[in-house]
Structures are given as structure tokens and as C-alpha cells.
């Protein structure tokens, strides 16, 4: 069964901390990793990832992907209030023209003012 | 920015009865999804559709289910003979190739009674 494992559960930090999101995946068929942010109901894309090494960056959040050791993280700097919501890490999984994603359970951080 | 819409937004149903959950994807995707989220649980893959036709669904997908693309725009769920256990956040997903990731839509909640 496919499984992916996010770290840790839940965070809470003060503007301006820097966070660090885990996430491990075991799955057959891997073809990509996707960070996406949920804050009140759409998760809202932020990264697919397929190459290990490849830093991804958008402002103020990075994202790796490490297919040797098959887990990722989600950097962000200067946090801000905004940032708070739970924060999916999925991945893609499949073959031919049959993908679907396989979702960990989410990080919950809390940026407090 | 091109969205996924998701009508309703909730929708209370007694049980045993037949709902239909409405979804627009983004106007020149080609592969549609839904996932659904149980109340403080991952995000779980339910059907993928393309070139209409149904490419995958999960063992969740029961014979209960089914998924149509009426005509050039919309997407339906149609859930027969609800259970108190189809209670949930059903999410609609579209993506314009394989490559691209994928968008969500807002999500429609389901509460059965």
C-alpha cells in the first residue's frame, strides 16, 4: 500500500521563525511530489517536484525532493500569520494515463504575531 | 486565474437518499478527479476520468457512485442510496495534461443524517 508521512503533525512558530515541513513517502509507481496549502477548504498547489536535488523557490518557500532517501521538504522563511494552514504533501502515483495522488495527512502550523 | 468550481458548497442529505455534486474544470483540461476528505482524515482519491471514460477508482468507488461529463463543462459525482459514512469534503480536481499538476476546486461538504 502506498503511504506517505508527513512531519510533524503540528508546528507553532512566531513571525519571522523559519520552518522546515518533512515529508516520506513509500509508494510504487512514483512520478512526482506535490506541495499543496489548505486554508480554509481548496488545497491550493505550491510545488510538484520530479527531479531529487532541484531546488524549487517561490518567494519566501523552497521545496527539495530527495528520491534516493524518498522524502522532501517544504522550507519558509520569515513566516507570516498568512502562512498559517495545513500544508499537504502528496504524491503522484501511476502509469500510462492513470495518475492519482496519494495525500500524507498534513502539517497544521500556526504562525502567532 | 483560471478556476475548478464546485457547486453546491454544502449539501445536507437524509440518508438513503440520491445527491449530485456539480464541478467546472478549468476549460481546457483534460483529466478530471474526485477526491473526498473524511473530517480530520487525509485527502483519499476516489475516480479519474479522461476522454469520458473512467481511467481509475478507488475501493472506496463503490457501485453507489458514479461519474458523468454531461456535456462540454460539467463534472458530477451522483452518490445513490447515501450512508451516514459518505460524509465528507468532496473535492473536484482537473488538470490539462499529465505534467501540470492539479488544480482543486473549493470542495462541496456532504453531511448525510
Known amino acids: 500500500e502506498d503511504k506517505v508521512v508527513q512531519s510533524p503533525l503540528s508546528l507553532v512558530v512566531h513571525e519571522g521563525d523559519t520552518v522546515t515541513l518533512n515529508c516520506s513517502y513509500e509508494?510504487?509507481?512514483?512520478?512526482?511530489l506535490l506541495w499543496y496549502k489548505q486554508e480554509k477548504k481548496a488545497p491550493t498547489f505550491l510545488f510538484m517536484l520530479t527531479s531529487s536535488g532541484i531546488e524549487k523557490k517561490s518567494g519566501r518557500l523552497s521545496s527539495i525532493l530527495d528520491k534516493k532517501e524518498l522524502f522532501s521538504i517544504l522550507n519558509i522563511t520569515a513566516t507570516q500569520t498568512g502562512d498559517s494552514a495545513i500544508y499537504l504533501c502528496?504524491?503522484?502515483?501511476?502509469?500510462?494515463?492513470?495518475?492519482?495522488?496519494?495525500f500524507g495527512k498534513g502539517t497544521l502550523l500556526t504562525v502567532n504575531p | 486565474e483560471p478556476e475548478v468550481t464546485q457547486t453546491p458548497s454544502h449539501q445536507v442529505t437524509q440518508m438513503g437518499q440520491e445527491v449530485i455534486l456539480r464541478c467546472v474544470p478549468i476549460?481546457?483540461?483534460?483529466?478530471f478527479y474526485w477526491y473526498r476528505q473524511i473530517l480530520g482524515q487525509k485527502v483519499e482519491f476516489l475516480v479519474s476520468f479522461y476522454n469520458n471514460e473512467i481511467s481509475e477508482k478507488s475501493e472506496i468507488f463503490d457501485d453507489r457512485f458514479s461519474v458523468e461529463r454531461p456535456d462540454g463543462s460539467n463534472f458530477t459525482l451522483k452518490i445513490r442510496s447515501t450512508k451516514l459514512e459518505d460524509s465528507a469534503m468532496y473535492f473536484c480536481a482537473s488538470s490539462e495534461t499529465l505534467y501540470l499538476g492539479y488544480t482543486f476546486g473549493s470542495g462541496t461538504r456532504l453531511t448525510v443524517v
Open positions: 502528496a504524491v503522484e502515483v501511476g502509469g500510462g494515463s492513470n495518475y492519482k495522488l496519494t
Open positions: 476549460s481546457n483540461h483534460l483529466y
Open positions: 509508494v510504487t509507481n512514483f512520478r512526482s
